[in-house]
Structures are given as structure tokens and as C-alpha cells.
């Protein structure tokens, strides 16, 4: 099922993301995701780039072993230790979305995450439709 975009006139136009998504369905809510590999090791440190291209591989994972597609999430969070970072995540983001159809997001510049190495992490919110979610069990 498509979602529908949501970005009224009255409010600043946006190019890198939705005001609101609208999608029947299901919400799931994923953990934030970090640059680590399947087998739990960091992957670009001190890049970046490298880390949510990983953190991508990561969300992509976790949305096919549901069922759906990138198309299906509806929200990202995303949490930098430093602004200067944001074309590198930006970047890595646009990879996984077709032009003009980004979920609704919020970027944050934080002190720090879970290690000094974690350089971004990003939640996704996920809509299941009822066949996704009942070949889930």
C-alpha cells in the first residue's frame, strides 16, 4: 500500500522529508540502528558515511525480515554527535527513497551514544499491512 505524502501549502515546503505520512496498516517500531556488521563488529570508524551506510544495511535487514520494503517506513529518527555529519547521513538516506517521497524525520545532534564510536543511529517506524503481518505469525 502507498502512503500518501502530507505537506500542506501553509507550512515551509521540505525537500528532504514529509511533513506527515499517511499509510494504512500496522505500526512497527524499530530499535535504533548502529554501524554494527552481522557479526557485532564496527564498521567505519571515525566515518561517517561508512557507519549509516551500515546503519542502512542494518534498517534493511530488519524491514525485509518483516515483510516489507523500504517504501513501508513511515518515520525516521535519526541521532548524530555531530551536525557536520549531515550530508554523509543525508546522502546515505537518499540511496533508500524515491526522490520526493521521504517518511517524516527528525534529526538530532547529540553529546554522545552508546559508545564514543557510534558516530549515528537511526530509528525507523515501520507500517505492516495485513498480509506482511500475518505471514509473521
Keep these: 500500500m502507498t502512503a500518501v505524502a502530507v505537506n ?6 521540505v525537500p528532504a522529508y514529509s511533513h506527515a505520512l499517511v499509510r494504512r496498516g500496522t505500526p512497527v517500531f524499530l530499535t535504533g ?4 556488521d552481522a557479526s557485532g563488529q564496527l564498521v567505519g ?6 557507519q549509516a551506510a551500515q546503519v542502512w544495511r542494518n534498517i534493511g535487514s530488519v524491514v525485509a525480515a518483516l515483510g516489507a ?3 513501508d517506513i513511515v518515520k525516521l529518527t535519526t541521532y548524530a554527535v555531530d551536525l557536520g555529519h549531515l550530508s554523509a547521513i543525508g546522502a546515505e538516506r ?6 520526493g517521497r ?3 524525520s527528525t534529526f ?3 553529546a554522545g551514544l552508546a559508545h ?6 537511526i530509528e525507523a517506524t515501520v507500517m505492516l499491512d495485513d498480509a506482511a503481518l500475518e505471514a509473521l505469525g
Design 8 to 13: 500542506p501549502p501553509d507550512v515551509h515546503p
Design 33 to 36: 540502528q548502529i554501524a554494527l
Design 45 to 50: 570508524r571515525g566515518d561517517p558515511a561508512a
Design 69 to 71: 520494503d523500504m517504501g
Design 94 to 99: 537518499a540511496k533508500h527513497f524515491e526522490p
Design 102 to 104: 521521504f517518511p517524516a
Design 108 to 110: 538530532l545532534v547529540v
Design 116 to 121: 564514543p564510536d557510534y558516530l549515528v543511529e
